[in-house]
């Protein structure tokens, strides 16, 4: 019963910080117009706090395995495989800050169930995924799915949408450069240890950026005009967020985790509904539910490709068969480490799912960064 209520608490406090984190900053960038400097701030007080953690307790964000033969990360290694991942996250991290300037909250996170179609695209072309037909036709659902939530988007804006496509295709390269750069290494990290390679990474990059893009940006007046107290709680959420989904992967086993990722998105629709006030269509609702569930196709197809080479309907009737004749039992819950509830946790095992797995492998590396939308 402990165990479940623990669970059932990691999972709320990701779902609450992911939901409050994107309604915060795009509540903020409706008067600060500055993404790459909010972005900064995110990274950098990331940095510092990552840096005092690793103080307090190093085993939380040690990078190396030495069963495996794996030695920790050192900074010039870290730079010399990790900058080009560096370099696709501050720019899916602007961008999607830069979208929700200019579209809804809610169109924007419908829009992002086109993450596992960038992640699938871009693994093609750096070789890390095959192509496979049946996965091809499910992504063309998710992608009838957006054009419909498009046209039913009744404030669309090209810039934003163009933004929120830019932000996704940024993520896809991201996570195939993980793959590409560092697990093909034996390095598995997770959203602790990313923040303490990448997050100091992504704010030198970024002071780069404000300075030759938007210099004259930051100045003590927009600061006062916002409040310290304001900037603050919302670099401390981008924080804790990270170590919400940290404990969120640790406890939940995949289907959990996705099923709350799905629960999250409605969160996040409703909330920006709710508390920005945004408008949603019924057009756009029932193209969002056509993406959905070319999205929750695309989770089965993905772990078997092969079995639906001779059909996708006829290979979905089957998995549904399969399940009818065999139900499956319910996956049991998952056995919480003593210390990870007493101290956020011991070494974080892997938790990255097997290669079949493909959709909660997306789902769980595109939350490794999540400090903005």
């Given amino acids: 019963m402990a165990v479940g209520v623990y669970v059932f608490f990691c ?11 994107i309604i915060f900053n795009a509540a903020l960038l409706r008067s600060f117009r500055h993404p790459i400097w909010l972005t900064l701030w995110h990274q950098a007080v990331s940095s510092i706090l990552i840096f005092c953690l690793r103080l307090v ?27 080009p991942v560096a370099v696709a996250q501050s720019i899916g991290l602007v961008t999607g800050n830069t979208a929700i300037m ?20 871009m693994g093609c072309m ?3 995924q095959q192509f496979s037909a049946p996965i091809a036709k499910t992504i063309a659902v998710i992608t009838f799915g957006l054009m419909v939530t498009s046209i039913g988007e009744l404030n669309f804006n090209a810039y934003g949408f163009c933004m929120q496509v830019a932000a996704l295709v940024a993520e896809g390269v991201r996570i195939n450069l993980l793959e590409v ?14 923040i303490q390679v990448f997050a100091p990474m992504t704010s030198i990059l970024l002071l780069f950026c404000g300075l030759a893009i938007d210099k004259d940006a930051v100045t003590w007046e927009a600061i ?51 508390m920005l006030g945004t408008p949603v269509s019924t057009t756009q609702l029932l193209g969002y539910v056509v993406a959905m569930g070319g999205l929750q196709t695309y989770g089965i197809v993905s772990k078997d490709p092969a ?59 595109s939350e490794s960064a999540e400090q903005g939308p």
């Fill in 57 to 83: 307790r190093p085993g939380l964000v040690a990078t190396g395995d030495e069963s495996a033969g794996i030695p920790p990360l050192t900074i010039m290694r870290a730079i010399q495989i990790g900058l």
């Fill in 224 to 274: 006062e005009s916002i409040g310290q107290i304001t900037l603050t709680a919302n670099a401390l959420m981008a924080f804790f967020l990270n170590i919400a989904i940290f404990l969120a992967i640790q406890v939940a086993s995949g289907l959990v985790f996705t099923l709350a990722g799905v629960f999250k998105d409605v969160v996040i629709i409703s909330g920006s509904v709710i």
């Fill in 307 to 365: 079995s639906f080479d001779p059909g996708l309907a006829a290979g979905l009737w089957r998995w549904l068969e399969s399940l009818w004749i065999h139900p499956q039992k319910p996956e049991p819950l998952p056995v919480v480490n003593a210390e990870l509830v007493a101290s956020l946790g011991a070494k974080r095992q892997d938790s990255t799912p097997t290669s079949s797995d493909s959709y909660v492998k997306v789902d769980r590396e």
């Fill in 11 to 21: 999972l709320g406090l990701w779902i609450c910080l992911s939901a409050g984190m």
């Fill in 102 to 121: 200019y579209i809804s909250v809610s169109f924007g996170q419908m829009v992002k169930a086109w993450t596992p179609a960038c992640v699938y695209g």
């Fill in 181 to 194: 750069r560092l697990k093909s290494q034996g390095y598995k990290l997770n959203p602790l240890t990313s």
């Fill in 126 to 128: 750096l070789g890390n």
